[in-house]
Every structure is written in structure tokens, then in C-alpha cells.
């Protein structure tokens, strides 16, 4: 029997019983509605935790002085004073190390042009945007002479140009920490929230030297920025780190954590991971509950329309007709049903996405995957159905009342 | 007459099991039918006329005997088979119609279309279809629903529905039970051209004026036959419609 005409068929008596087609769609649409929804929201947050890992700059291994995978608490990140200028200099001479830069931090409350703004004031070396993959919006970064003559000069984020400098050039002007004139050379470009929801841009960057010695007085630093030459290398520099660092400590119990940008990625991937799992799980639950409602009026079909069935195989339609014909309208039903749930599952995402400010995205292959696996389940819950209706006896089904 | 049996049953039993009783329906009909004859069966209700065409129609198996048709033991077909046979060489008339509802009467009739194993195409389907309602004189009804339509009209749905594939057998169980007497004469007009054409009919019914136009009148009794022998004299139907006219004049019926 032709396709086209068992679709008719299908199409009119799925169209005779709206309402009840519908609601044995409702729970094929509801499973792949909830798993498209989920799987774009956590795919968006994913993206966006990937982004945002991978802005902390590539190739990157943190020094961080303390231990904190002991559990120890000695303070925790960067507390703890351990790493020195001799430590940072000793890492540049590693092999496959590209840039380091030592990092001290400092909230400050910084002035300018009658405007006061308080802020996160870093010393950095001069490779420190190349290391955070950052570029500069306008000026230039300052320089090793820079950091050689503790010069007062600095590079400022977007928020404290918005804060200070509203509709003004920054760059050639004068900020003032601790009441010291620092010169702007230059302005970074805006890099928005970190993963801690921090805004990266309210800073001011300026030569580690200048701030260890004119803004603060320390002899330690917060932590250090490393960049290996690619991610093949990365490993390797992080246990050259790590010994180099035992040895120049001169401790077997590690005072410091290295951890490089490879191993918060593979966090990320394996929370992904999980995630994802879950969503199948309940996709793989929603549908086999959707399949067997769908078996369920299948067979409540059957039964209904044996007198039908009795009357096509009386002038001659084969097993494999009314078999195929059924078929068709349990596909129909999964995968009508399944069409509406993407639809709607997009839909959702993109309302909680617009409204909430988070990011959504639906890959591709969850649509083509909620849209397969739906078709399938018609398939595997309409089999037993149809092939009960295809095995009824001519004479018996017309008889049927 | 020219030829060789198109049916041929051999001591044809069916009994049916109702629980603890036996029915027996059929028990033992042994006839030949060859090709072109236009046979009318009879008996009182209950007299195993339906089970039989059932058999005939190769919708239900006996459960003793043989049956032949073209020379085919029916019993050694499968249900493909036999599916093929109900589409392509018998065209059935039931005595409850059996159309679908809800659906049109031109798809009623197109349905059997549907099921051939050569491909038909849509618009020729729609054409053959037309042409056997036309045939059976319900052109203008053709997209009615079989609610809509009177107990005749259906009837005459089903008549154009068996004559659709173009079958070498029609088997018409009481197809004038729900029509008047002019439908019904011009229902056997139909029969008689289609069996001057070729078409092997077999044909149930209860009154005898409408078995006056067949050429062979088989009577039935408690599933036995009774009576053979051939219709003489016969009737013609339009002779009969000529007749009709007259007196349905004499009353001003029309
Ligand atoms: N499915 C069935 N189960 C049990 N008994 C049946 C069945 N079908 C028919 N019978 C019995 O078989 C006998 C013959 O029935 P059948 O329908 O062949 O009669 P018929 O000659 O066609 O009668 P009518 O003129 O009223 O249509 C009847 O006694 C009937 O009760
Ligand atoms: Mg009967």
C-alpha cells in the first residue's frame, strides 16, 4: 500500500479524536520539551563557564602561595605569603615557560578627576595581558623599564575608565593612589565577568614593583601567572614548577598549589558530563512513559476500529498494510509530539535565557537525537499494537460489534 | 454455456462452536459454478446462505470439505493470499454493507484501490471510482458519508465498491435487501450487463422476483442444498423497468 495514503488515513484518525491525540502526545512533548529546555540551558551556562575559563588566558599554570589541596588552613588562595620576585624570576627560566608574571593584589581607593572609585589595584609584569589573553583598547601596556624605574604608570580596566573618566580619553591623564599620581598609558579592553561573577574590568593594573613598593611595602606575592609554550607542555612546566618550588622552599610539604587551566576545563567538562547524563536519564524516562501512553491509545484504537480493519481486509489489504498503517500512526502521534517538544523546549529556554540573562543554547544533535528518539519510541510503543491489529482474523473483526 | 468451473465446493461444512452448542451452518454442499453463470441462492433465515458466501468469498474458512476456486484448493492459501484473492478477483457485497463511517463514499469505494499489488495513482483511483458509483447511479452522492446516505444508497455504496477492482467473481449477499423495486430492478440490469460482459455471479436473496433475473436459482435449508435447476423463464430488467413504468403510471407514483 502506498505511503501516501496511509498517512491520510492516519492523519484523519488522529484528527478525529483531537483532544485525545493531544493529550497522548502530552507526554511525549513534556519529556523532550523539559530535556531540549535543560539541555539548553545547561549547555548555554557550560559554554559560557568555558568561555570564561578559557579568557582566564591559554596554556596558563596558577602558582598560588598556601596549600590549599591539603585541606590545610593556612588562609586559603594567595594568603598565605610563601612566593617571591626570586620564585617568579626562577619559573621564567624554566624550559617551555613563555611569560610569567608575579601578581599582587590591593583594594585602593583611587582619584581622579574629582571622581573617587575604589578598586582592585594590581602589580603585574608587562606580560601579564598576553598571559589573559587581553587586549588593549587603547594605549599601550607599560614596559620592563617600567617595571625596572617602578614607574608610576598604569593600565585601567573599562569600569573604572566608565567611573573616572566618563566620555573622556583616558589615556595621557592622572589617577592617584595612596595619593601617588599614577600616569594612564593605557586602557584594557572589556572582558566582563570572571566565573566568580566578579567584573574583571573594574581594575587597575600597574608594575609589580611599583605596587610592592610605593603603594604597599611587601617582600611576597599573592601568586604567580605562568604560560607554557602550548597544552602539550602544559603538564610538563606544572611539575617543573612544582619541584623547582619544593626545592628553592626547601620543603618535601608543598607551601604553594600549582593548578593549571587544562584541569579547571576538565571540571567544567565532567560537571557538563554529569549533567548531561542526568538529562538523559529523565529524557530516557519521560519517553518510555510518553511510549507506553502511546501504546496504551494504540491499542484502545485497535480495538475500536476493528470493525475498520475487518472491512480493509475483506477487500484485501494485506497483514503488512494494516500493520504499516498503524505504524504510521503511532510515528505520527511520537513524532508530532516530539516536533512540538523541541519547538516548545527552545522556546523556554530562550524565555528563561531572555529573562533571567542567562545564556541558552541548543546544540544541533539534541535536536536531531529528541526528534529520532521520538520517531523511535512510536515505533517500539505502535509495534505491539499494530501487529495486533494486523494478526486479527477478517471474518471475526467484521463481526466484531 | 462455454466452460470450466470457477467454483467448485465439495462437501462444504462449517459449524460453529457457540459455547457448549454446535451450529451446524453448512453441512456438506457440494455445487460447481462455472465461469458466466449468474446464480441466486435462497433459503429462509438462518439457512447458512451468508456463511457460505463468506466461504465463497474466501473471508472465512470451512471447517469441513473442500472448496476450489479456479481450481486453487482456497485451504492451501495463505492469508497474503487470500488477501490477494479478495482484492483482485472477488468483489463482495455484504448484507450489513460494511462501509466505512466518516469517510466519503468515493473513498469507500476507492479503498480496495488502495490494497492492489499493482500501483494505482491517485487521480485514476478517483476516476474508477466515480465510474462504479455512476454505474449504480449515486455520481451525485460521491461525497457523502454513509450516515448521510439512505439504507439503499449505502447498499448501492457497497455494490460500486465490489465492482471497483474489476473482479471475474461478484458475490452479493442480499444486494437488493434495502431497495426498492425500481433500484432494484435497475440493480439487476447492472448484474445482468456485468454477467453478459463475462462476470461470474453468485448472488443471495430472499424474494423470488429478483432471483427471476439470475440464470440459476439454488435453494438452501438447514445448510443443505435443496433445490438446483436453472430460472425459466428469466427476466429481463429493462423489460421489467418497462413494466414498472406502466403501472407506477396507472398509480401516479412518479
Ligand atoms: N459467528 C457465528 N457463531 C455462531 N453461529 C453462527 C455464526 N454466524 C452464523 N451462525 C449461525 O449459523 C446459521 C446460519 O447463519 P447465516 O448467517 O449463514 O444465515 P443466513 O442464511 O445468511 O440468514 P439470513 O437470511 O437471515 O441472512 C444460523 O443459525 C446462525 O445462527
Ligand atoms: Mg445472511
Known amino acids: 500500500m502506498r505511503l501516501l495514503a496511509s498517512l491520510k488515513i492516519s492523519a484523519r484518525a488522529l484528527r478525529r479524536n483531537k483532544m485525545r491525540s493531544l493529550l497522548t502526545m502530552l507526554g511525549v512533548i513534556i519529556g523532550v520539551g523539559a530535556v531540549i529546555a535543560s539541555v539548553s540551558l545547561t549547555s548555554g551556562a557550560t559554554k559560557e563557564v568555558e568561555d570564561q575559563v578559557s579568557s582566564l588566558g591559554e596554556n596558563v599554570v596558577n602558582v598560588f602561595s598556601g596549600n590549599f589541596t591539603r585541606g590545610g588552613m593556612r588562609g586559603g588562595w594567595g594568603s598565605a605569603p610563601t612566593l617571591t620576585l626570586a620564585d617568579s624570576a626562577a619559573i621564567a627560566q624554566l624550559p617551555n615557560v613563555v611569560a610569567v608574571t608575579p601578581e599582587v593584589r590591593d583594594r585602593e581607593q583611587v582619584l581622579a578627576n574629582g571622581q573617587n572609585w575604589n578598586t582592585l589595584v594590581m602589580g603585574e609584569s608587562p606580560s601579564y595581558p598576553q598571559i589573559r589573553n587581553w587586549k588593549m583598547a587603547r594605549g599601550a601596556m607599560f614596559s620592563d623599564d617600567d617595571v625596572a624605574s617602578l614607574a608610576k604608570c598604569a593600565v585601567i580596566g573599562q569600569t573604572v575608565v566608565d567611573q573616572l573618566f566618563p566620555n573622556q580619553d583616558p589615556v595621557g591623564q592622572t589617577i592617584r593612589i595612596r595619593n601617588l599620581p599614577f600616569l594612564v598609558v593605557g586602557v584594557l579592553a572589556p572582558k566582563g565577568f570572571n566565573l566568580f561573577g566578579q567584573d574583571q574590568d573594574d581594575t587597575v593594573v600597574v608594575p609589580y614593583s611599583s605596587h610592592m613598593h610605593r603603594i604597599t611595602t611587601r617582600r611576597f606575592v599573592n601568586d604567580i601567572l605562568v604560560e607554557a609554550s602550548s597544552s602539550d607542555t602544559i603538564n610538563d612546566v606544572q611539575d617543573e614548577i612544582n619541584e623547582l618550588l619544593l626545592d628553592r622552599h626547601h620543603t618535601t610539604d608543598p607551601d604553594f598549589t600549582v593548578r593549571n587551566q587544562l584541569e579547571l576545563m576538565d571540571m567544567v567538562t565532567k560537571t557538563s558530563r554529569t549533567m548531561s547524563l542526568l538529562i538523559a536519564g529523565v529524557a530516557a524516562v519521560s519517553l518510555v512513559v510518553g511510549g507506553i501512553g502511546i501504546m496504551n491509545i494504540m491499542l484502545v484504537s485497535v480495538t475500536e476500529r476493528t470493525r475498520e480493519i475487518g472491512i480493509r481486509m475483506a477487500v484485501g489489504a494485506r497483514a503488512a498494510d494494516i500493520l504499516v498503517q498503524f505504524l504510521i500512526e503511532a510515528v505520527t502521534l511520537s513524532a508530532f509530539g516530539g516536533a512540538i517538544g523541541i519547538g516548545g523546549g527552545v522556546a523556554f529556554s530562550m524565555t528563561v535565557s531572555n529573562f533571567y540573562g542567562i545564556p541558552a543554547y541548543t546544540p544541533y544533535l539534541w535536536i536531531i537525537i529528541a526528534f529520532a528518539s521520538s520517531a523511535l519510541i512510536g515505533i517500539i510503543s505502535g509495534f505491539y499494537p499494530a501487529w495486533k491489529a494486523s494478526q486479527l482474523d477478517p471474518i471475526e473483526a467484521l463481526r466484531y460489534e | ?254
Do not use: W
Request: proline content about 3%.
Open chain 2, 1 to 254: 454455456m462455454n466452460s470450466k468451473p470457477v467454483i467448485q465446493l465439495r462437501d462444504l461444512c462449517k459449524t460453529y462452536h457457540s459455547g457448549e452448542v454446535e451450529v451446524h451452518a453448512v453441512r456438506g454442499v457440494s455445487l460447481d459454478i462455472l465461469k458466466g453463470e449468474f446464480v441466486a441462492i435462497m433459503g429462509s433465515s438462518g439457512s447458512g446462505k451468508s456463511t457460505m458466501m463468506n466461504m465463497i468469498g474466501a473471508l472465512d474458512r470451512p471447517t469441513g470439505g473442500q472448496y476450489l476456486l479456479d481450481g486453487v484448493d482456497v485451504a492451501t492459501l495463505n492469508r497474503d493470499a487470500l488477501a490477494k484473492v479478495r482484492n483482485e478477483k472477488i468483489g463482495f457485497v455484504f448484507q450489513g454493507f460494511n462501509l466505512l463511517s466518516r469517510t466519503t463514499a468515493l473513498e469507500n469505494v476507492e479503498m480496495p484501490m488502495l490494497y492492489n499489488s499493482g500501483r494505482i495513482r491517485a487521480q485514476e483511483r478517483h476516476a474508477q471510482a466515480s465510474k462504479a458509483l455512476n454505474l449504480v447511479g449515486l455520481g451525485s452522492r460521491s461525497g457523502h458519508h454513509p450516515n448521510q446516505l439512505s439504507g439503499g444508497q449505502q447498499q448501492r455504496v457497497a455494490i460500486a465498491r465490489a465492482l471497483v477492482n474489476q473482479p471475474t467473481i461478484l458475490l452479493a449477499d442480499e444486494p437488493t435487501g434495502n431497495l426498492d423495486t425500481q433500484t432494484s430492478i435497475e440493480i439487476m440490469g447492472v448484474f445482468q450487463t456485468l454477467n453478459d460482459q463475462g462476470i461470474t455471479i453468485v448472488m443471495v436473496t430472499h424474494e423470488l422476483d429478483v432471483a427471476r433475473f439470475t440464470k440459476r436459482m439454488i435453494v438452501l435449508r438447514d445448510g443443505r442444498v435443496v433445490t438446483d435447476e436453472p430460472v425459466q423463464p428469466r427476466s429481463q430488467a429493462d423489460v421489467e423497468l418497462g413494466k414498472l413504468k406502466v403501472a407506477q403510471e396507472a398509480v401516479q407514483l412518479h
